[in-house]
């Protein structure tokens, strides 16, 4: 059995991430941690990822990689891209992806939208909740 978590460094996906990892060692079992990352500095800078003066995409990678194993060191990190023109339909998108390949049971998202709007246009969850293949915890507050 696999969980994934969606990271992106914000408080609710650390909180979700935190969740995802309580589940993952009382039912050992293993955990994976799905990155979407811009490729376009406009996007990155939208999503906090950018640091001084020029968008390092590498950089930022690892930024990420470093705050997902200092909550989960067990976890396996992987990283998908978006480009300038990606809506929050794609990075669900992406994170649905990785969930079916890496044969998700559980995906763990932090969304503040979560129960206000059950698909709301700028939300992540309504895009990777739509699939019946695997359950969602949607983490709302941290």
Not at 9 to 16: E, F, I, K, P, V
Not at 76 to 88: E, L, P, T
Not at 114 to 121: H, L, Q, Y
């Amino acid at each position: 059995m696999t969980y994934l978590a969606a990271f992106d460094g914000t408080d609710l996906s650390r909180a979700a991430l935190d969740r995802a990892v309580l589940f993952a060692e009382q039912n050992d079992q293993r955990l994976v941690v799905v990155c979407v990352l811009p490729t376009d500095r406009s996007l990155a800078e939208t999503y906090g990822l950018v640091e001084g003066d020029e968008y390092d995409p590498e950089a930022a990678a690892e930024r990420l990689r470093e705050a997902v194993l200092e909550i989960a060191p067990n976890a396996d990190v992987r990283f998908d891209n978006i480009d300038r023109y990606a809506g929050k339909g794609q990075i669900g998108s992406k994170i649905r992806r990785a969930a079916r390949e890496v044969d998700a049971e559980i995906v763990f998202l932090g969304s503040d939208n979560a129960g206000r709007i059950v698909k709301p246009v700028t939300s992540v969850g309504g895009t990777v909740a739509s699939s019946l293949e695997y359950d969602v915890f949607i983490v709302r507050s941290s």
